[in-house]
């Protein structure tokens, strides 16, 4: 089911969530961005000069997200909701090498560099926060060495399990099949088929997304609020269901908030999953 929604109506809208469940039970995906290989380096582009491998839209959604849920966050700091921050390390970090295999190692070696400078939240996200009066206690952090989740990171995490999942007995293991050359691992869904979630070892948007919503859910969130580009909704809409065909989420609500270009006005959508 969803439904439309007004951009200037996000942060109440997200207020009403966070006061419609139990308090410290709520987490708000909020402010994604993106790190983009500039020179020697990667950035987030979020201030300062901007790249030109930024896209304004992708930076937009990301500013608007951020302050909509700080602000909602900050109005019902007795809910004890948490903000989650996740960072897309994968398609925005390409160095330009011949040698896939070498650019792949740049490519990890740049995003190590990234977070070895940014332990806590990037300064953007720092600064808005801290304008709203938000602290440590405010952010649902990835572990004590780092705030940020990584997308890179998830991503390899669920591939993990999916091959340990294959090669156990449980209950999980039935949706899923392994092609006779390895190469592919697909999860059946009554309404999605047969999904391809691992390819030559890598999986993709969708698969992130399921290992997010696995750890969220370890980690004692039993309703997450997720913000996430337009173009994401449909990938993220499969990665919610495949969730729980992998993992048991119990007692877990997901509400996948997706949002065009912030400077159209165009209104978001609202997907219940």
């Known amino acids: 089911m969803s439904a439309s929604l007004p951009l200037d109506q996000l942060a109440s809208f997200l207020a009403q969530e966070i006061t419609s469940a139990p308090a410290?039970?709520?987490?708000?995906?909020?402010?994604?961005?993106?790190?983009?290989?500039?020179?020697?380096?990667?950035?987030?582009?979020?201030?300062?000069?901007?790249?030109?491998?930024?896209?304004?839209?992708?930076?937009?959604?990301?500013?608007?997200?951020?302050?909509?849920?700080?602000?909602?966050?900050?109005?019902?700091?007795?809910?004890?909701?948490?903000?989650?921050?996740?960072?897309?390390?994968?398609?925005?970090?390409?160095?330009?090498?011949?040698d896939r295999s070498a650019a792949e190692r740049l490519g990890a070696e740049l995003v190590a560099r990234y977070f070895a400078r940014t332990p806590e939240l990037p300064p953007y996200h720092a600064r808005i926060a801290a304008e709203r009066g938000l602290g440590d206690g405010d952010v649902l952090r990835r572990d004590d060495t780092r705030w940020i989740f990584s997308e890179r990171e998830l991503r390899a995490a669920l591939v993990t399990h999916v091959h340990k999942e294959l090669r156990s007995l449980g209950d999980h293991a039935a949706v899923l099949c392994e092609?006779?050359?390895?190469?592919?691992?697909?999860?059946?869904?009554?309404?999605?088929?047969?999904?391809?979630?691992?390819?030559s070892g890598h999986t993709n948007c969708a698969g992130g997304y399921v290992e997010l919503l696995a750890e969220a859910h370890r980690r004692g969130v039993r309703t997450l609020v997720a913000m996430v580009p337009m173009r994401c909704l449909a990938p993220v809409s499969v990665g919610t269901a495949i969730a729980r065909e992998l993992y048991e989420l119990n007692d877990f609500t997901?509400?996948?908030?997706?949002?065009?270009?912030?400077?159209?006005?165009?209104?978001?959508?609202?997907?219940?999953g």
């Open 179 to 199: 092609s006779a050359d390895s190469a592919t691992i697909t999860v059946s869904h009554p309404d999605h088929g047969a999904y391809c979630l691992v390819h």
């Open 24 to 98: 410290g039970t709520v987490a708000i995906l909020a402010g994604h961005y993106a790190i983009f290989t500039q020179g020697a380096d990667a950035t987030d582009a979020l201030e300062g000069a901007p790249s030109a491998d930024a896209p304004r839209d992708f930076l937009a959604f990301t500013r608007l997200t951020w302050g909509a849920a700080c602000r909602a966050v900050a109005a019902q700091q007795s809910q004890r909701a948490r903000l989650m921050v996740l960072v897309d390390d994968v398609l925005g970090v390409r160095p330009a090498l011949a």
């Open 254 to 272: 997901v509400v996948n908030v997706a949002i065009g270009d912030p400077e159209t006005g165009a209104p978001a959508v609202v997907a219940r």
